[in-house]
Structure formats: structure tokens, C-alpha cells
């Protein structure tokens, strides 16, 4: 799959000017409120006209400006999922879902109504109508209602913005089964860089209707630039999972040449997972640490320093060949006179990490 989007629109006072290309598997559009991404998404749908641009998946023009092609959003074979679930409210869960693959093709209609309805979770809610579903549960029938249409392309609009932090830990791993067992590519337009953390293969960074940034998640997200609050700034791992104790609920990571303990979750030993290190949850020391109740205490080296005018240092860490940013305060930094080459030992409180 290759999605072409190039895409100029005026809107009032506010311009968008963006283009990506996307090749598989889940791309985010990530930026803060106001930065043009329901404007983009709403131009991939064939919802919106650009001024000026195109919008080709697969060698096949869907919007191209210069040509004066514009397929209608009905014609385009797309799948949507929205804030809201937008279920018809007089239907049962079944019938809501049977309306979905009305639309689609007919070869594609049938066999694969079990496969989704057993992807998401859905079987128990079946016979139920939408007013007796919890929140998650109708975002969960809405998804599985644009996939039994056999989308081309799934275009999900901040899924889970309408969610409480419970509901949104439910349905994460729904999503990310979707991502690894189907091969529908999907647009996913967040503002939550967990969200996007747990779930983007390639990452767009939108800022004031341009691209500031765009590449695979892992290098986007551990740009400090990459959190639009300095509380979410951190780095993203990626590892595999290479034994889970019981007995302390505890999961071992193997990183590029080091290991990391994550507690909680039954992680699958020889899964990969990606693990977010939020920066102001390291902590720095000269020497290696004892007596301490932090289990992950890794060896690394000082590779860049970016003080900031509150008073605090970023710091990149090289941790054998893994990248974790560490922020701490410039007069820590002083105290332990540290310098881009040093050695030093990162505490990484366990707690902070999900896989
Ligand atoms: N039809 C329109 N006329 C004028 N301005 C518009 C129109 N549509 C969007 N805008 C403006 O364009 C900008 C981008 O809006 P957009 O909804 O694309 O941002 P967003 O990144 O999706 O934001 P949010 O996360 O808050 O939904 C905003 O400043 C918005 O006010």
C-alpha cells in the first residue's frame, strides 16, 4: 500500500500546506489542537476539496486538482471511525454491524464477520442495543462496523479523545490487534502521544498546517520537540519481551545490548514491545547506585546536553546503542559536573514504563 498526500487549503486565516507518503501499516497525524489535522484527514476522505493537491493510494487518483479528479467520499472504499461511535441507536449491536458490510464489496461480504466480531471483542454485546453499551464497547462496535465495509484505507479521527483513561487502556490493545493482524492501513489522527506511542508505525507532525516533522515513531517521538507538553516528553524503546516472573509480576526486555524490568502485564516471552521512558523519570548518577529500590539502573553515556531557560537540562543518553532522554535540574547538572561524553548511571523508575 503507498498513500500519496499532498494537500494546500486555504480556511479562513488558517493554511494548510502538507504532504506525506505513507506505506503500511499505521500512520499517525499528531499535533496540537488547531494544527490542521481534521482539515488533512478530512481531505484524505474526499469530506473536503484542497485548493490545491492530490491524494493517490495505490497508483490510483482519488484526488488530483491539476487533473480535476475527485472521487466522492462514497466511492472511495474508506472506513471511518470518529470521536463518537455514531451507531444507529434503534439497531442491536448485530444489525449496526450487518449495516457496515451492506457496503462492502460483495466478494468480501461474509466470511469475514466472525474474524472482526471476534478481533474486537464484540461476541458478548452482539444481541445488546448501543444505549447499554459503555463508551469503549461502542467506539469497539463502531471500529468493527467500518471494517466489515472491507475498507481500502481505515481513517480514524481521535478515536479515543471521548474516553476516560480506563475506557482508552481497554480498547489500546484492540487497536493494536488490528494493526498486527489485519492489513488494513489506517490514518489515526491523535493529539495523545501515548496513544500514538503505543500504536503509529510512521508518525506526521503537524504544526500551524505544516509538516514539521514525519519518519517511523520510535525517531519522531524521542525528539524533545516531539511533546507539546514538556510533561510527555520522553523516548520510545523498542524490544522483546524475554521472560515474565510470575511470582513478582515482572517482565524482562531485552533492548539493543541492555535489559529493562517492567512490572505489571503478563508480557508474551520473543513479543516485541515498545516501551515510552518519560524524561523526568530518570534520574542521573555518577556512580553506579546501591541500596536503591529502582530496578533499572542502566549504564550510559552523555551524548547531548539542551538546557532550558526554566532551569532544567535535557540530556541524550546513549544506553548501548538505545536512546533515553533524561531531564534533570541544571544544578544537578552542575553538582555532578556533568559533560556530553561522561559516563553515568540512568535510574529509571520501573513504574513509568509501558509496553
Ligand atoms: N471551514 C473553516 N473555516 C475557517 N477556519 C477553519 C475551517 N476549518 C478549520 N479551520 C481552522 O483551521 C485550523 C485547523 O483546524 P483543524 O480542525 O484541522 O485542527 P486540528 O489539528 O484537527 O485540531 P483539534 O485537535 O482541535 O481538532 C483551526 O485554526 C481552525 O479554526
Redesign the pocket.
Known amino acids: 500500500m503507498t498513500l500519496i498526500v499532498e494537500a494546500k487549503q486555504r ?4 493554511s ?1 500546506n502538507a504532504a506525506f507518503t505513507s506505506e503500511r501499516g499505521v500512520t499517525a ?1 499528531f ?12 481531505i484524505i476522505a474526499g469530506l ?1 476539496r484542497p485548493d490545491e493537491g492530490r491524494v493517490i493510494l495505490d497508483g490510483e487518483a482519488l484526488t488530483e486538482t491539476a487533473a480535476g479528479t475527485f472521487v466522492p467520499k462514497h466511492r472511495r472504499r474508506f472506513g471511518y471511525v470518529f470521536q463518537e461511535a455514531r451507531l444507529f441507536p434503534h439497531f442491536s449491536v448485530r444489525a449496526n454491524l450487518s449495516y457496515g458490510r451492506w457496503f462492502a464489496a460483495r466478494a468480501a461480504r461474509g466470511e469475514n464477520f466472525d474474524r472482526i466480531v471476534d478481533l474486537l471483542g464484540i461476541e458478548p454485546l452482539l444481541e445488546r442495543s448501543p444505549a447499554k453499551l459503555s463508551g469503549g464497547e461502542k467506539q469497539r462496535v463502531a471500529i468493527g462496523r467500518a471494517l466489515l465495509s472491507a475498507p481500502r484505507l481505515l481513517l480514524m ?2 478515536p479515543l ?1 471521548a474516553l476516560d483513561a480506563a475506557r482508552k487502556a481497554e480498547i489500546l490493545p484492540y487497536l493494536q490487534r488490528l494493526r498486527d493482524e489485519t492489513d488494513i492501513p489506517i490514518v489515526y ?1 491523535s ?1 495523545s502521544i501515548t496513544e500514538v506511542a503505543r500504536l503509529a508505525n510512521q508518525v506526521v507532525v ?1 504544526s500551524d ?1 505544516k509538516v514539521e516533522a514525519t519518519g517511523p515513531a520510535v525517531d519522531i517521538l524521542s525528539r524533545p520537540s516531539a511533546a507539546a507538553d514538556r510533561k510527555e516528553a520522553g523516548s520510545l524503546l523498542e524490544g522483546t519481551v524475554e521472560s515474565f516472573d510470575a511470582l513478582h509480576r515482572l517482565s524482562t526486555v531485552a533492548l539493543k545490548s541492555c535489559q529493562l524490568h517492567i512490572p505489571g502485564a503478563a508480557l508474551t516471552p520473543g513479543k516485541p514491545v515498545r516501551i515510552r521512558v518519560p524524561s523526568r523519570d530518570v534520574m542521573l548518577a555518577t556512580t553506579r547506585p546501591e541500596g536503591l529500590s529502582a530496578l533499572n539502573i542502566l549504564e550510559a553515556r552523555i551524548e547531548q546536553m539542551s538546557p532550558s531557560e526554566d532551569g532544567t537540562v535535557e540530556i541524550r543518553l546513549d544506553c548501548g546503542g538505545d536512546a533515553i532522554l533524561s531531564r534533570i535540574t541544571a544544578l544537578s547538572c552542575e553538582r555532578l559536573d556533568l559533560r556530553p561524553g561522561k559516563t553515568v548511571f540512568a535510574v529509571i523508575k520501573t513504574v513509568a514504563l509501558e509496553a
Open positions: 480556511l479562513g486565516a488558517f494548510l497525524l499535533g496540537r489542537s488547531g494544527s490542521g489535522k481534521t482539515s488533512l484527514i478530512r473536503a479521527d481521535e479523545a489522527v493529539h503537524l498546517g
